[in-house]
């Protein structure tokens, strides 16, 4: 799914609604049939994974990164993940998993971060991803293969998009 619109129009609202962050004034929200208020929010929150368009990196290694969201995860589990998030230049740097990737990511690119997050949220499992305007700051070399990345995805969770550029809009 793919929410686009002007700024002020309500994509935001929409998805804090969703997250269970934001009591919506009006409507319903339903999971699987279930209106929101009726699930435990800690479950549903554990079932999303989410990538906004300023990653949250840890000045940790990555795999301290990857764990943060799942912490009894192991090297396959984390590969995986990596492969999934089409992240395999992990194993190419010198330090692989244990590679600190600086203050808030610094020692990375933005795709590389983009990436890292993205296999960060899928390490969770999530029901749901949320990919909140995660390609704006990117080149659009490095938006491609996100963008490819993501259409991979398609299938094998919900995937909520919300974005102003037009690449995501043909996954």
Do not use: C
């Amino acid at each position: 799914i793919v929410l686009t619109g002007p700024t002020g129009a309500g994509k935001t609202t929409l998805v804090d609604g969703l997250l269970g962050l934001r009591r919506l004034s009006g409507g319903r929200i339903e999971i699987d049939h279930h209106a929101l208020g009726s699930i435990s929010m800690q479950e549903w929150r554990r079932s999303i994974g989410y990538l906004g368009q300023d990653p949250l990196l840890f000045h940790a290694s990555i795999k301290d990164n990857l764990q943060w969201v799942r912490p009894d995860s192991d090297p396959s589990m984390m590969n995986t993940a990596l492969n999934r998030a089409a992240a395999t230049f992990v194993g190419r740097l010198p330090r692989a998993f244990e590679t600190i990737v600086g203050d808030a990511g610094s020692r990375l690119s933005g795709g590389e971060r983009q990436r890292i997050a993205l296999a960060r949220a899928l390490l969770g499992a999530p029901r749901l991803l949320v990919l909140d305007e995660a390609t704006s700051a990117l080149d659009a070399e490095t938006e491609a293969g996100v963008v490819e990345t993501i259409a991979r995805l398609k299938g094998q969770m919900t995937i909520l998009a919300i974005t102003h550029r037009p690449a995501l809009l043909s996954v």
